[in-house]
């Protein structure tokens, strides 16, 4: 499914210390918020008497909350918070940090079990009181819901059913969460301690408006009209839409969008696509995408006249900043979408530098945009160097895959003057940057970006 | 390589919480 997300994939620009100090400012601004609930417990002086284990059982249920409700601030794009990263990044830092979370939550009732086994009886529901059960189903909800996200392909799970699910979850077993600690009261009855459990509460309901009605709104507000939808080889299309009333979309070359379709941007149908247009002055934009799940084999049957919704743009993938000498483009398939979009702008840009492109895909007669980077390489300094798993007979380039012994041979003499977008599949970029890696190419001069989520 | 750098960030940030928790648990019954 690396298709639909990964069309996305892309990496950042070379890192500078502004980059480097907003990254360390918002990590600074998360671990201040997930460990807020713990400073406040360590500024004054507590009820005690409960023995060390269920202290620590207590401050790891506290701190695992407010990491679950932070959760939400991760995915929210926030466009200022996730620049300096990449959003691919603090998306996977989401992910990750949901099973460091979900162990330190289930590391709460587990220690108060342990250390006196009478703890046991509140996961009876009709025995206990309602805040302990309701602590009880928010631990099963988190796991469920970090399991579901981890098995979703093994399940079979439709990524727009997963997205509701997990939003519905999500909410579910962090206002449960909240419950829990609001009615057993232990170390936030009193006055500024449930205020700040208050704010902590009322800032994740927040995050829920903005993410699930302020910002649909604004989508909305903001419609786009399908002008084309052309055909491209290899079960591709390229979609064509120009802003209805408002100044459109200003973004980098290299950058992607949620694109809605055919839904409302309430009902969290969207999918992230990679921009294969150069920046207009219309505001407008083109995507192409490749037919390969279900909403995607619906591009084709797209109308022009049709109104979409476009969250974006998103991601650092580019060459924004970049004063390489030279510049190497990989693409897999249809990872050729976001090289377009940045060869597109420097033949604008009128840039001179020598550039190659190196695209793979599985046989000649299915290469989308081939004819179109054909065009560009009369207008740039640009090599183009096309792999083919099945080649035709009478074909005179290269066959199999992008290894090594490949980029041995088309990467520029000087490794460390180069600087290399890749974009395509997971393993490929894991592959493709290894290789890289091991032909002398620096590290930060690798750039690629994930999207393969869930 | 960047799925490593979420995974580094994500464990130390779990690191740093525990780290914090057994202080508080520590301080408390000290």
Known sequence: ?454 | MRRWLARILAVATGIAIIALAVLFAWLQNS
């Not at chain 1, 009855?189 to 459990?197: D, E, H, N, P, V």
């Not at chain 1, 390229?238 to 980098?252: D, I, N, S, Y």
């Open chain 1, 1 to 454: 499914m690396w298709f639909r997300l990964i069309p996305a994939a892309m990496s950042s620009p070379p890192a500078t210390a502004w980059i480097w100090g907003r990254a360390i400012l918002w990590l600074g601004v998360y671990l201040a918020l997930v460990l807020a609930p713990l400073f406040v417990l360590l500024a004054e002086s507590a009820p005690g008497g409960g023995g060390f284990w269920y202290d620590l059982s207590l401050a790891l249920g506290f701190a695992g909350a407010a990491m679950m409700a932070v959760q939400f601030v991760l995915t929210a794009r926030f466009k200022r918070m996730t620049a300096p990263y990449g959003i691919d990044i603090v998306y996977y830092f989401h992910r990750y940090l949901a099973v460091v979370g979900v162990l330190i939550v289930l590391a709460h009732p587990i220690i108060l079990v342990v250390a006196d086994p009478v703890y046991l009886t509140y996961l009876d529901p009709t025995e206990a009181a309602w805040h302990m059960t309701a602590g009880v189903v928010s631990v099963v909800l988190l796991l469920l819901l970090v399991a579901v996200s981890l098995l979703r392909r093994r399940l079979g799970l439709h990524y727009d059913e997963w997205r509701a699910t997990h939003a519905v979850l999500a909410i579910l077993a962090v206002g449960l969460a909240f419950a829990h600690i609001d009615g057993v009261g232990y170390y936030v009855s009193s006055g500024w301690k449930r205020g700040l459990w208050m704010l902590i509460a009322a800032s994740w309901i927040g995050i829920i408006v903005y993410v699930r009605l302020a910002k649909p709104l604004l989508l909305l507000r903001h419609p786009y009209r399908v002008v084309a939808v052309t055909a491209e080889r290899g079960d591709a299309w390229t979609l064509v839409v120009e802003p209805e009333g408002h100044a459109g979309m200003r973004f980098t070359p290299g950058q992607f969008a949620w694109l809605v379709l055919r839904s409302s941007p309430f009902a969290m149908r969207e999918h992230p696509f990679s921009i294969s247009s150069a920046p207009r002055t219309s505001g407008g934009v083109e995507f192409t995408i490749k037919e390969l799940g279900d909403f995607t084999s619906t591009i084709g049957t797209v109308q022009p006249g049709e109104i979409c919704y476009l969250d974006g743009p998103y991601g650092s993938f580019g060459i924004a900043g970049s004063h390489a000498a030279e510049l190497v483009f990989i693409a897999g398939g249809i990872g050729i979408a976001p090289m377009a979009s940045i060869l597109r702008f420097l033949a604008e840009q009128g840039d001179r530098r020598p550039l190659t492109l190196i695209h793979a895909c599985g046989s000649w007669s299915r290469v989308p945009m081939r004819d179109e980077m054909t065009c560009l390489a009369e207008r740039l300094a640009l090599r183009v160097v096309w792999v083919v798993e099945d080649a035709p007979p009478d074909w005179r380039g290269e066959v199999g895959r992008v290894d090594q012994a490949l980029l041995d041979r088309h990467l520029p003499s000087d490794r460390t003057a180069v600087e290399v977008l890749v974009c395509g599949p997971m393993p490929m970029i894991d592959s493709v940057e290894h290789a890289l890696y091991r032909l002398g190419v620096p590290m930060g001069n690798s750039h690629s970006e994930l999207f393969d989520l869930v």
